[in-house]
């Protein structure tokens, strides 16, 4: 089989049938596909959409994931999905005419690539209330790895999200699927490992918009959460080890070390309550392991749970933290 598409599903039932058309309309006739939908614990109706949607389609298969996350769903997909290419949509979001035939074409005609990526617009409209930019060029743009992962992980503007993808199933061979661990920022993980360790492509095309609505799970947990601690938990739980596993370029090194370490202070100065602050404190000293903390900076990390002062937080992000980082740097170069 050549495509599965991947539409996991929690609570969409207002937006399933809108998915299912936005696939079928990308005209995929002379491919063998199929479509899975992953519930993933919904509350409403979905489950019936997606049943009566499989009665008149033998293209669509079903599936449930009871770990709940997207990233869990995702890989209950990758892990049922019998497509040589697998794409993932997010069940709200809508994709341009004929975009996945186009990256099906650069898949088909360079065998070597292991993702193609293209462009995203983002809405707080649907598709055909949301004039789409003309600065595509179609053009096919290769650069040598792992030159992706370092301009993802050296800002998240750079990031298109997993709609704008399409891979070959040997890729996630190669790097592993979704970290369940992650309940947001999953897929930025992903991405930033797949450009640092596989062959991908840009194609120079909007491939989908990404619909903004405070019904997504991202706008949920930024709502209700500091995005610092959800960007901490994906640097420790995946960037770390990954850096400990592999050998990354310096460029690499630099983000996560600065990442890591002006994060520590964010931390303990956004969390309310000494004691909480506190345990914070001993918290991301324990998520660092086995890279050294030395004592001074231990010290300066417990003066901000005594004093979380805005004025001595910027002293340890802008100057302190990254005087650290700086030695770090110097003595892995050495090394």
């Known amino acids: 089989?050549?495509?599965?598409?991947?539409?996991?599903?929690?609570?969409?039932?207002?937006?399933?049938?809108?998915?299912?058309?936005?696939?079928?309309?990308?005209?995929?006739?002379?491919?063998?596909?199929?479509?899975?939908?992953?519930?993933?614990?919904?509350?409403?109706?979905?489950?019936?959409i997606i049943k009566e949607l499989q009665g008149q389609d033998s293209k669509v298969k079903f599936f449930t994931e009871k770990l709940q996350g997207a990233a869990a769903a995702r890989n209950?997909?990758?892990?049922?999905?019998?497509?040589d290419y697998l794409y993932m949509f997010d069940v709200d979001d809508d994709i341009y005419p004929n975009a996945l035939r186009k990256m099906i074409h650069v898949l088909d005609s360079h065998i070597t690539v292991d993702a193609?990526?293209?462009?995203?617009?983002?809405?707080?409209?649907?598709?055909?209330?949301?004039?789409?930019?003309?600065?595509?060029?179609?053009?096919?743009?290769?650069?040598?790895?792992?030159?992706?992962?370092?301009?993802?992980?050296?800002?998240?503007?750079?990031?298109?999200?997993?709609?704008?993808?399409?891979?070959?199933?040997?890729?996630?061979?190669?790097?592993?699927?979704y970290n369940v661990e992650l309940k947001i920022g999953q897929d930025t993980a992903l991405d930033i490992k797949l450009g640092m360790t596989c062959n991908i492509a840009f194609l120079d095309t909007y491939i989908y918009l990404y619909y903004?609505?405070?019904?997504?799970?991202?706008?949920?947990?930024?709502?209700?959460?500091?995005?610092?601690?959800?960007?901490?938990?994906?640097?420790?739980?995946?960037?770390?080890?990954?850096?400990?596993?592999?050998?990354?370029?310096?460029?690499?090194?630099?983000i996560l070390y600065k990442g890591l370490f002006s994060s520590m202070g964010k931390l303990i100065v956004y969390t309310n309550g000494f004691e909480n602050r506190r345990t914070i404190r001993n918290k991301v000293l324990n998520d660092v392991r086995p890279l050294e903390v030395p004592f001074y900076m231990r010290w300066y990390l417990t003066l901000l749970a005594y004093v979380p002062l805005t004025s001595l937080l910027k002293f340890y992000v802008y100057y302190y933290s990254r005087w650290y980082v700086d030695k770090l740097l110097k003595k892995d170069l050495k090394l």
Request: aromatic share 12%; hydrophobic share 40%.
């Open 1 to 48: 089989m050549k495509l599965s598409v991947i539409i996991p599903v929690f609570n969409g039932a207002n937006f399933i049938n809108k998915a299912y058309n936005a696939i079928v309309a990308q005209e995929l006739y002379r491919y063998e596909y199929e479509i899975l939908f992953i519930d993933n614990n919904s509350t409403d109706n979905s489950i019936k």
């Open 76 to 83: 209950a997909g990758i892990d049922n999905a019998c497509g």
């Open 116 to 177: 193609v990526f293209g462009k995203m617009v983002k809405s707080n409209k649907g598709i055909n209330d949301t004039i789409k930019p003309n600065d595509e060029t179609d053009a096919i743009i290769f650069k040598e790895t792992p030159y992706w992962g370092i301009h993802w992980f050296t800002s998240l503007k750079n990031v298109v999200g997993p709609p704008a993808f399409l891979y070959r199933k040997r890729a996630f061979d190669k790097i592993g699927n």
């Open 212 to 254: 903004k609505h405070q019904a997504s799970s991202i706008q949920k947990a930024k709502k209700h959460q500091n995005i610092i601690f959800h960007t901490w938990t994906r640097l420790v739980k995946e960037h770390l080890p990954f850096c400990l596993k592999a050998d990354v370029p310096i460029e690499f090194k630099e």
